[in-house]
């Protein structure tokens, strides 16, 4: 019934549409979501997470999951983040994926909703050292299109890959589209 209202509000209501899939078999991988310039992006996220009907991931520092909030945010998929004095983001994240059988993890390259000229370098290392492969998605506002794109193998080579990356989003408008991520 969750899916069928999602479905009725995000295609009808709101004119999106979803271009791609998600291979249910793949149960492990970190989706770069590009653009992220607004908070509107979540609701796209979360919409989209529930007419796919796939589990889809964040984390946040643990201090975020505290009574009653906790509930709500592992229900939406989060994970606490507990970063140890020696453990850097990138190990505690990989970690993440080594205790869970299922964890698709969605980051934001650019990091904020500003405008940025690069992307951190963080999504990529995680996929490394998790040895999981990364799932390109695009908010295209200018098209109302959340798209899906093929599975990219991070190859270790991190200069070459990224401009395999960031060439997938020519074209892309963010909801604002002064602070859509344009590095090409």
Sequence with gaps: MKQL?????????????IVGSIDANVKKCVMIVVPHTSWYDFFLGVFTRGIVQLEMNFVGKKELFVFPLNYYFQWMGGTPLNRQKNENKVDAIASIFEKKDEFRLAIAPEGTRKKVTE?????????????????????DYGKKEVQLMPLFQPTGDIETDFKVLKSK????????????????
């Design 5 to 17: 209202l999602y479905k009725f509000i995000f295609f009808k209501v709101l004119g999106w549409k």
């Design 119 to 139: 992307w951190k370098t963080g999504f990529y290392y995680i996929a490394l050292k998790a040895n999981v492969p990364i799932l390109p998605v695009a908010f």
């Design 169 to 184: 989003y020519v074209g892309v408008v963010g909801k604002f589209p002064e602070k859509s991520f344009s590095d090409f």
